[in-house]
T-cell receptor, first 117, second 114 residues
Framework: GENVEQHPSTLSVQEGDSAVIKCTYSDSASNYFPWYKQELGKRPQLIIDIRSNVGEKKDQRIAVTLNKTAKHFSLHITETQPEDSAVYFCAASIQSAGGTSYGKLTFGQGTILTVHP | DSGVTQTPKHLITATGQRVTLRCSPRSGDLSVYWYQQSLDQGLQFLIQYYNGEERAKGNILERFSAQQFPDLHSELNLSSLELGDSALYFC?????????????FGPGTRLTVL
């Protein structure tokens, strides 16, 4: 089955700096890669996602890049703010209407991001 | 608010007992997924239902079972509970299998087994 590795496990930055979290996946059939932000005791919230037919996607201060050949995708947060502090999870999924897998997410281990004021 | 609801928020019970967790998907979503989040195992997929039918199974123990009802709400049943079952249990819903399948998570049920 799919295996997703996420690094680093903890990341500490100063407010205004950039933060980068990296993930690798094992199943070349995976074609959907969401990122979730989870605050302590709360639900995971989808912040951005990318599909395998796209190499990069941006949404304000957040961007995600995908390298299908290397089976690698990354989350980039620019101009970090204290409210960005949370646990971030990457995930991989196979989205196929006619296939045998129906969108279950395989998550990375999570990255604890701390943004210091 | 994701539109996905889960009850109860917290559940404290003893080993050997049985509990039922409930999830109502976002209006119009046909698919429900259950995930378990524990400190040592992270977020793990348990099981998925689509329009009342089981569609995918992950690392779900035989002591656990689930179903999705005609009104599309889902229940996760955990029996013969062990200390190691203590975790946050999330359900997520999405619009349809395949295609644009963003999953939106409910607030979770925190299960504590004493």
């Amino acid at each position: 089955g799919e295996n997703v590795e996420q690094h680093p496990s903890t990341l500490s930055v100063q407010e205004g700096d950039s933060a980068v979290i990296k993930c690798t996946y094992s199943d070349s059939a995976s074609n959907y890669f969401p990122w979730y932000k989870q605050e302590l005791g709360k639900r995971p919230q989808l912040i951005i996602d990318i599909r395998s037919n796209v190499g990069e996607k941006k949404d304000q201060r957040i961007a995600v890049t995908l390298n299908k050949t290397a089976k690698h995708f990354s989350l980039h947060i620019t101009e970090t703010q204290p409210e960005d502090s949370a646990v971030y999870f990457c995930a991989a999924s196979i989205q196929s209407a006619g296939g045998t897998s129906y969108g279950k997410l395989t998550f990375g281990q999570g990255t604890i991001l701390t943004v210091h004021p | 608010d994701s539109g996905v609801t889960q009850t109860p928020k917290h559940l404290i019970t003893a080993t050997g007992q049985r509990v039922t967790l409930r999830c109502s998907p976002r209006s119009g979503d046909l698919s429900v997924y259950w995930y378990q989040q524990s400190l040592d195992q992270g977020l793990q997929f348990l099981i998925q239902y689509y329009n009342g039918e089981e569609r995918a199974k992950g690392n779900i123990l035989e002591r656990f079972s689930a179903q999705q009802f005609p009104d599309l709400h889902s229940e996760l049943n955990l029996s013969s509970l062990e200390l190691g079952d203590s975790a946050l249990y999330f359900c997520a819903s999405s619009v349809r299998q395949g295609g644009n399948n963003e999953q939106f998570f409910g607030p979770g049920t925190r299960l504590t087994v004493l």
